[in-house]
Each structure stands twice: as C-alpha cells, then as structure tokens.
C-alpha cells in the first residue's frame, strides 16, 4: 500500500479549492431557488426566451466556469499560502 503524503502541493491545494468553489457555487444556486424563487425563475425564463437560444446558453456557461476558474485559483493561493505558513510554524 502506498502511503498519502501530507506534504501540500499547489497542484492538491488547486484541486481542494476546485472542489470547494464548485461546493460553493452549487450550495448558492440551491439557496437562490429556495429564497428568491420569483427572480431564479425570471431569469430562466429571459434565458430560454431569448432571440439566440446556443449563444444565451453558451454565455451563462461560460460565465459559471470562468468564476469557477477564478474562485478556485484564488482559493488554491491562499490555501496554499496558509498551508506553507502553518507548516514552516510547525517546524520551528
């Protein structure tokens, strides 16, 4: 059996907040569709009722992934940071 290091990576620590962004971003459209029904179901409604269907789509898409992207790369930064911080705390 292989042993799991503790040693952090930007590589990992991208990969956690990825994980973590998405949590996020999931978690938030749940509470906009529980709280603010009426404007989820407006929105949906303009986004489906629009003139270029693929290109509405394509832009609300687009739009997630790159906060996505974003959000996980400052996440994974400052995680990363943190983690460094903490383990060079430890050592001394």
């Known amino acids: 059996m292989e042993k799991l290091s503790n040693k952090i990576t930007f590589k990992k620590s991208l990969k956690d907040s ?3 962004a998405a949590t996020l971003l999931v978690l938030r ?3 906009k569709l529980l709280f603010n029904y009426a404007e989820t179901k407006n929105y949906f409604h303009q986004l489906f009722s ?5 290109l509405a789509l394509f832009v609300s898409i687009s739009t997630v992934i790159f906060i996505w992207i974003i959000m996980s790369f400052i ?3 400052v995680y990363y940071t943190y983690r460094k911080i903490k383990e060079k705390v430890l050592k001394e």
């Open 50 to 54: 629009a003139d270029n269907l693929v």
């Open 29 to 31: 459209m749940i509470h």
């Open 75 to 77: 996440f994974g930064i």
């Open 18 to 20: 990825s994980l973590a």
